[in-house]
């Protein structure tokens, strides 16, 4: 590849963006949250510097996450966003403009495509292409989709849960539902703060899930002490926090993300539905790898899942492959302004 056609591919994300390069991989992976000055509305830090100060923040700085339910909520923010990723994966002496491919929720109307395209064009890309986020874990988790077979896949990220049956490259049926990651984050908040009246931040909700949450109960039981603010007294104190209270805490979350899949189950014809009980359900994104997430969706629906290898960087390694070879995946995904 000559040094004139830099390509990337980003997976705009509602908790995290990731900077795919092609050759390289992942050379990126920061949350989706831009710093603000309030008196003069100047970007101050993104990514990772601007995480550190969510919650943390003087009353002039606000931290902003544009991106919510996975769709642009900040047209301005995120371009500023999209520009800072670009310019650190491309590094500052670059000055050929790079082809970028950004990944969408599969439910996005055009209006929000189209405000996909032209922040990353705003934000310094020479073509801009958008592919819908199933697709691209599709690829990213090596499931061949040009063959005339269906596959089944969800991403589940932190504000959507993506699902979709794709066959020969096109997606057959898919729905996006806005209950992810994020909603269970909130849900284990919460249940805390009804059940212990000790208020806690996103972090250490997020801290929980991934330390000892599940989606099944347990028979032993992973604990964890958690501290907060108790509503009451208005001091410090803490909780010892067991897995199964967590499960209970977060089911309905998980009982409406099964819901999206059986949805897209029900509508699938006949022929691939029989191929999705071979191949079963492919699980990618962030949030599918809490705990028993898959043993959870195989109880529910009767069809095995499976947790992609590299669940996380699923998308952004689609976005990095179908740019690698633009030409074959032309004709199904790419969408261009």
């Known amino acids: 590849m000559s040094i004139f056609s830099k390509q990337l591919g980003i997976d705009l994300g509602t908790a995290n963006t990731l900077v795919f390069v092609p050759g390289k991989g992942v050379v990126l992976n920061e949350p989706s949250v831009v710093a603000i000055s309030q008196t ?25 996450k544009p991106m919510r339910d996975g769709v642009i909520a900040d047209y301005r923010v995120t371009e500023a966003m999209l520009r800072y990723f670009i310019d ?9 403009k790079p082809d970028v491919m950004v990944s969408v929720p599969a439910g996005i109307t055009s209006t929000e495509r189209r405000a996909v395209v032209e922040a990353a064009l705003r934000a310094g890309a ?19 989709i040009h063959e005339a077979r269906g596959h089944m896949v969800v991403d589940i990220g932190g504000g959507t849960t993506d699902v979709a049956v794709i066959s020969l490259g096109g997606i057959v049926s898919s729905t996006s539902v806005k209950c992810a990651g994020n909603k269970i984050d909130a849900a284990i908040a919460d249940y805390i703060k009804k059940t212990y009246n000790l208020g806690i931040g996103d972090q250490m909700a997020e801290d929980i899930k991934i330390k000892i949450g599940s989606a099944i109960p347990l028979d032993e039981e992973l604990t964890m002490t958690v501290k907060g603010r108790d ?20 089911s309905k979350e998980l009982r409406d993300m099964i819901k999206a899949m059986k949805d897209v189950l029900q509508e699938t014809p006949p022929e691939l539905a029989s191929d999705i009980i071979d191949n079963g359900i492919m699980m990618t994104g962030g949030s599918s790898m ?15 899942a499976q947790l992609a290898e590299d669940a996380l960087f699923c998308v952004a390694k689609g976005t990095g492959l179908a740019l690698e070879h633009l030409d074959v995946y032309k004709r199904t995904i790419i969408q261009k302004k």
């Open 40 to 64: 003069d509305k100047k970007v101050l830090a993104v990514g990772n510097e601007a995480k550190e100060m969510v919650g943390r923040t003087p009353d002039n700085i606000i931290a902003y």
């Open 88 to 96: 650190k994966a491309m590094g500052s002496w670059n000055i050929w």
């Open 126 to 144: 020479r073509n801009a292409y958008v592919v819908k986020e199933p697709v691209l874990a599709a690829i990213g988790a090596g499931i061949p």
């Open 231 to 250: 509503f009451i007294t208005g001091l410090p104190r803490s909780v010892e926090l067991r897995t199964n209270e967590i499960v209970k805490a977060i």
């Open 290 to 304: 809490l705990r028993n997430f898959p043993e959870l969706v195989y109880r529910r629906t009767g069809v095995k």
